[in-house]
Nanobody, 126 residues
Framework: QVRLMESGGGSVQPGGSLRLSCTASGLTTTSGCMAWFRQAPGQEREVVASLDYDDTKTIADSFKGRLTISTDNTGNTLVLQVNRLKPGDTAMYYC????????????????????WGQGTQVTVSS
């Protein structure tokens, strides 16, 4: 059984940083595509960053320079480091995974992602 669990969200002031983690069970970071998405109130969910099966990491253009994506040495945790947070970053952040694709994961349609975590809330305000 595949399960994804996000953690690390919270409330921070503008300019702060957060480290979000997605821990997977039942699959590893090399099983296919894994990605971070976010959904702000009243808006559609959008992809933030992705990880291909071969450890290729891709950040969506609008987030480049502020985000990094990485894995830890367990092989089942995807980490999103978000820096210089802005109020516009306030959203629920989700981790998704799917095994039908293995690369170019940032371009894989959201509805292809099979497995989702429950999300972790990030709130940025002064």
């Amino acid at each position: 059984q595949v399960r994804l669990m996000e953690s690390g969200g919270g409330s921070v002031q503008p300019g702060g940083s957060l480290r979000l983690s997605c821990t997977a069970s039942g699959l590893t970071t090399t099983s296919g595509c894994m990605a971070w998405f976010r959904q702000a109130p009243g808006q559609e969910r959008e992809v933030v960053a992705s990880l291909d099966y071969d450890d290729t990491k891709t950040i969506a253009d609008s987030f480049k320079g502020r985000l990094t994506i990485s894995t830890d040495n367990t092989g089942n945790t995807l980490v999103l480091q978000v820096n210089r947070l802005k109020p516009g970053d306030t959203a629920m952040y989700y981790c998704g995974s799917e095994t039908a694709h293995r690369e170019w994961c940032l371009l894989v349609p959201e509805d292809t992602y099979t497995y989702w975590g429950q999300g972790t809330q990030v709130t940025v305000s002064s």
